[in-house]
């Protein structure tokens, strides 16, 4: 078996925003070779690899001959990037949503099966011990309903570094498609499920921009549990405070509440409990990295793969759709 610490990685994209949150997961030495549209952020983010930059991510896989790839791009893009990841037989990860459809996402995936090929997608919530604290230790009884709640700052962020995020054309969507997705992908994990039907879906479009700044869906899953999810680029955001982040599940036993790295449990009978558990998923994109890498050396099959993306995209897609009809 490979060692990780062996690995040549190559970075593509680096301009992500995600890219930093990745980096303290890479062995020591391992990264060699980087690409992006700017050279000089490439070069800035090379620098301490002292490894090659590019600006033609093709030519980099055939100069730099990578044994994995942690591949960033925009949305518009990443169906032909994955495409090409796929057939230079290369192992990867790609950032959600890995395209701007259900077509996109199902060509890739159907791609990647058909080569028996490695792609780990960063639904990092599946790799967190929050999710995994919650599923295993402390949910009493089989969930009935979950509400989350996850409200970001205005869509002016993105105007500096990705302006291609607030475009339909280029991002797919808005508040929905880039936040909403981990929850979708949570609610699946925690109930053990794969599908789930929408119900009605309602988004606001509060900007200059043709893409959704609030958005609103009830869903229903597999075995009748409820699922309401509210995402927004819509928070006031200050120095000590970037979004609104608040998880509500109610089981057959009991109600918890999450918010603030902190669980409050009230489980019937019992007296109510609260316990420190971590909100913010920025640390679990190192984890993500580190354990991408220890699967694919090892041959295990990715926590979050396109399966899982293509899972959580046709229903991205239906709750747009049933948005859309609503506007009409």
Not at 8 to 34: D, F, R, T
Not at 38 to 66: H, W
Not at 98 to 113: F, K, Q, S, T
Not at 290 to 299: A, C, H, I, K, P
Request: net charge negative.
């Amino acid at each position: 078996m490979q060692n990780t610490e062996n690995l040549k990685i190559a970075l593509l994209g680096v301009s992500h925003w995600h890219l930093p949150l990745y980096l303290p997961g890479l062995p020591e030495g391992s990264v060699v070779a980087v690409s992006d549209d700017d050279p000089k952020l490439a070069a800035a983010i090379a620098a301490p690899y002292g490894c090659p930059v590019y600006t033609d991510y093709q030519q980099m896989l055939r100069e730099a001959r990578p044994d994995f790839v942690f591949a960033f791009a925009p949305h518009y893009r990443m169906h032909k990037l994955a495409v090409d990841l796929i057939e230079a037989g290369l192992p990867f990860t790609i950032e959600k949503p890995a395209g701007l459809n259900r077509a996109e996402v199902e060509d890739i995936y159907n791609r990647i099966e058909q080569k028996k090929g490695f792609c780990a997608i960063p639904f990092v919530w599946r790799y967190s011990d929050t999710v995994n604290d919650l599923k295993r230790c402390y949910l009493d009884g089989k969930i009935v309903h979950m509400s989350y709640k996850f409200v970001a700052g205005p869509p002016s962020r993105y105007l500096a570094t990705s302006r291609w995020m607030l475009s339909k054309e280029t991002a797919g969507g808005g508040c929905m498609t880039n936040l909403g997705v981990h929850f979708i992908d949570m609610a699946l994990y925690l109930t053990d499920n794969n599908k789930a039907d929408t119900l009605a879906s309602i988004y606001q479009y509060a900007s200059e921009y043709d893409i959704e700044t609030y958005a609103s869906s009830m869903l229903r899953l597999p075995g009748g549990a409820s699922l309401l999810l509210e995402t927004g680029y819509a928070y006031p955001m200050t120095e000590n405070e970037k979004r609104e982040n608040r998880w509500t599940i109610v089981t057959e036993n009991g109600y918890y509440i999450l918010a603030d790295n902190k669980l409050e449990m009230r489980v019937f009978y019992k007296e109510p409990k609260q316990v420190s558990l971590n909100t913010d998923s920025d640390p679990y994109y190192e984890i993500f990295a580190r354990t991408t890498l220890q699967d694919f050396v090892s041959g295990t099959r990715p926590r979050a793969s396109l399966k899982e993306m293509l899972d959580t995209r046709i229903i991205l897609d239906e709750m747009d759709a049933k948005a859309a009809a609503a506007q009409a």
